[in-house]
């Protein structure tokens, strides 16, 4: 089964977020020659796309050139709202954290995403309701002020998004919707009872009914959606099929990273699915070695170590293979320090 506290990343220290401030006099929009500066293809080949920390305070068309954006990074902007995202439609990846961010509308017609962190922003309730027929592999709303000052704030946003696989880094299982959906029922007769902030059944709007026609997806979305046909029910079965899907998506997402900076060699491409072997090794007699390298391996992302201490604390650990699998060519995937 998949623990509830399945967790990948600690939240980000809030009281930072809270304390930034963009001069009237760095705001700035995003330009063409921005998109230029910030990858080394030309703009119209561009999948990953890091324009985080620039000042922006809109995103604005310009996204419209890169048509095979599938990665983008926005975080530490002054962002108010994401417009013009659904000019990209390849895009599976969305990091918007740490900005200003109050209207989604940008992300309406979207099918699903892999990835979408909105934390640390202004949102509210009612916003939600704009993304809330979306597939969500990963959904980051924690930082919320709005959001999180619900003492059922989990509760809610797992009752909002019926789509959603991950939220704050925390697997949603078939048992956890079960005990959301026990809440909302058995607490109408009680003293205190705890109301749905969106009206249930699901509204969708006009212009959002005909999604399956009119939705934006890219290659990513259509690759998930073969496996996870949108009618099944969640089950403990299906939370196993999601967590080896989630491995499949991270490796993707690592691979996408290295290859935009650069850092692969062609028998890391030609590589097997590394994450995958080990999330099927932790269900037999590796669990703890797999265990203990996915930590370092995140470890290593967050905080970027050098090659040569890894290289030692794999030795050490006697990490440096776990069953088939040599652990080495996965830290040649993350940043470098």
């Known amino acids: 089964s998949t623990p509830d506290g399945f967790s990948l990343f600690e939240s980000r220290n809030r009281a930072e977020f809270d304390s930034m401030h963009v001069s009237p006099l760095t705001k700035m929009r995003l330009t063409a020659q921005i998109l230029k500066s910030s990858s080394p293809v030309p703009v119209h080949s561009i999948e990953y796309l890091d324009i985080s920390s620039k000042s922006l305070v809109s995103l604005d068309a310009k996204l419209s050139l890169c048509r095979k954006l599938s990665h983008l990074n ?76 619900d003492p059922n704030y989990r509760y809610h946003v797992i009752d909002i998004f019926p789509n959603a696989w991950m939220l704050d880094g925390i697997i949603i299982t078939a048992s956890e919707r079960r005990r959301v959906q026990t809440l909302f029922r058995e607490s109408v007769s009680g003293r205190r009872p705890v109301r749905h902030k969106l009206p249930e059944p699901l509204f969708v709007p006009t212009h959002l009914k005909n999604l399956s026609v009119t939705g934006i997806f890219g290659e990513r979305t259509t690759h998930m959606m073969k496996r996870f046909p ?23 997402e690592l691979f996408l990273a290295a ?52 290289e030692s604390t794999l030795d050490v650990a006697k990490l440096i293979q776990i069953g088939p699998v040599e652990c080495l060519p996965f830290f040649r995937l993350r940043p470098r320090p």
Request: proline share 3%.
């Open 74 to 149: 926005a975080n530490e902007n002054a962002l108010e709202s994401i417009d013009g995202l659904e000019q990209s439609a390849a895009l599976w990846t969305i990091d918007c954290s740490r900005n200003r961010i109050r209207s989604l509308d940008g992300l309406s017609k979207f099918i699903a995403l892999g990835r979408l962190d909105l934390s640390s922003n202004r949102l509210d309730w009612v916003e939600l309701r704009k993304i809330r027929h979306v597939i969500i592999l990963d959904l980051r709303l924690h930082g919320n002020p709005n959001l999180e000052k």
């Open 230 to 252: 949108t009618n099944s029910v969640q089950t403990r079965e299906i939370d196993g099929r999601r967590l080896q899907y989630l491995a499949y998506d991270f490796q993707q």
């Open 259 to 310: 290859k935009h900076r650069q850092q692969l060699r062609l028998r890391d491409v030609q590589a097997p699915p590394y994450v995958e072997l080990l999330m099927d090794m932790r269900s037999g007699d590796q669990v703890e070695r797999c265990n203990m390298f996915l930590l370092l391996l995140l470890v290593s992302i967050i905080y970027p170590l050098p090659q040569s201490i890894i």
